[in-house]
């Protein structure tokens, strides 16, 4: 137990971030003989995966977020606030917050994430929103919808193209899922909401540096992803490096040739990096980071020199297998929060503690309407089926039960009637160039 911890004050457990990592640990410690105090920068937990769904116009908001406080509303154990978290002070035990405030621990786990990431050229970020916060959802909806919108009321036929270009940077499951619905929108759930425009006509462009899409997977996967992908209208580019993201459009370089894209849209999937507090505990503790701004960790997530100081999720460098990083995927995260918290409890018994041990349970990526890949323990398979088991997985892991039947319902309405209710257009955009 820890030394400032008695029978009338638990050991203080410090959860940062909400995400999977966060809540589950702190969920799988209801019952525990400990105080947690989950602090994020937003009131609610969100299930990236469906990020993606939301930005266009297949669910909202509510079904793929629950709020931390409904969560934990009868874990008589956990404490939620809302705040950010600037700084470190191991020695004494504290985090502090952009508020001025201080919160003491005794256990600190830290599990703040990625964000979006453009090598260097955050001048790209305003006319290439990215995918990591429902924010970044209804923004990224938000501009899709309007550069429909905006081609309807166009004169001149050049810039008319402009607005119904969509280039989506990046091949991998966020680049791909969002060119494959993309086109679905295009050609099915808008071609009869605009009179002057044939919303069937736009141009989907998925750009990526590799040589094939879905680049972490196998390449009979690959290949695949890219026929049912292309398959739905989207034109694919590999082998291609985006040298410039301005209001005009796209600039990339194939093959040693420059060209410009003209494009009014572009979204972005290329990149992500570690949480800022990744470096800062860096500081604060002298452990390392890797060039993604990831804490290297040991094999029970602790930071060398600080067993009561871990690091969780995305944020974690963790060798797995054969010098492989446990990857930074949604399982992972929640085999690490459950994990933790077996682990704080073993501490409190005394008990020893075994390590930490990654189990891939297998990848999965939808494109489409029926269409998917999936790569689950030694079976490889595509299509109809690949994308039901990405449906019932999804489901599965959303949090409430009421999140699960309501998307079920949505998902269900989508598929028979082509339908995207949530094609909502709210908030103003961050992009000066974007229509008003």
């Known amino acids: 137990m820890s030394p400032s911890a008695t029978r009338s004050n638990p050991p203080r457990v410090v959860i940062i971030g909400g995400g999977f990592a966060g809540l589950y640990c702190a969920r799988q410690l209801r019952g525990a003989p ?6 994020d920068r937003t009131n609610h937990h969100v ?3 469906l990020l993606y769904q ?6 909202s908001p509510a079904n793929i977020a629950v709020p931390l406080r409904g969560v934990f509303r009868r874990q008589k154990n956990v404490t ?3 705040g950010e978290v600037t700084d470190f002070s191991p020695a004494e035990r504290l985090v502090r917050l952009a508020d001025g405030g201080a919160v003491e621990y005794d256990y600190l786990v830290i599990a703040a994430g990625m964000q979006n990431f453009y090598f260097g050229r955050d001048e790209w970020a305003p006319h290439a929103p990215g ?5 970044d959802a209804t923004e990224m909806r938000r501009r899709i919808l309007s550069a429909f919108e905006a081609a309807e009321r166009e004169p001149i036929f050049a810039e008319q193209v402009k607005w119904l270009t969509f280039v989506v940077v990046g091949a991998g499951p966020t680049g791909l899922e969002l060119a494959g619905t993309l086109a679905e929108i295009a050609r099915d759930t808008l071609r009869h909401d605009f009179r002057r425009i044939n919303t069937q006509k736009a141009r989907i462009l998925l750009l990526d540096g590799s040589d094939r899409v879905l680049p972490t997977y196998v390449p009979s996967l690959s290949a ?7 398959a739905l209208g989207v034109e694919v580019r590999l082998g291609t490096m985006v040298t410039g993201v301005d209001p005009e459009g796209v600039r990339v370089r194939a093959d040693g040739v420059e060209q410009l894209i003209p494009a009014k849209t572009v979204l972005w999937g290329a990149g992500v990096v570690a949480s800022p507090l990744g470096r800062k505990l860096a500081a604060a503790t002298g452990a390392e980071v890797d060039r993604a701004g990831r804490v290297f960790v040991g094999d029970d997530c602790s930071v060398a020199g600080h067993p009561n100081i871990f690091v969780l999720g995305d944020l974690a460098h963790q060798i797995w297998r054969a010098d492989q990083l446990v990857p930074g995927v949604a399982p992972a995260a929640i085999q690490h929060g459950s994990y933790l918290a077996r682990l704080i409890r073993r501490r409190i018994e005394g008990r020893p503690t075994p390590p930490f041990r990654y189990v891939d349970k297998g990848s999965l990526a939808t494109i489409g309407r029926a269409a998917a890949v999936a790569d689950i323990a030694g079976w490889r398979f595509s299509g109809y089926f690949a994308w039901l088991a990405w ?10 039960f009421q999140n699960r039947l309501l998307v079920m319902i949505q998902w269900a309405w989508n598929y028979f009637t082509f339908a995207r209710s949530a094609r909502l257009i ?11």
């Open 224 to 230: 695949s992803a890219k026929r049912q992908v292309e």
């Open 54 to 59: 939301v930005a266009t116009g297949g669910l």
């Open 34 to 39: 400990v105080q947690v105090t989950l602090i």
């Open 47 to 49: 299930f990236q995966p």
């Open 131 to 135: 995918l990591k916060t429902l924010d």
């Open 80 to 82: 939620v606030l809302l």
């Open 426 to 436: 709210t908030g103003r955009s961050r992009d000066a160039s974007s229509p008003p």
């Open 391 to 400: 449906l019932l997985i999804h489901i599965f892991f959303l949090i409430h």
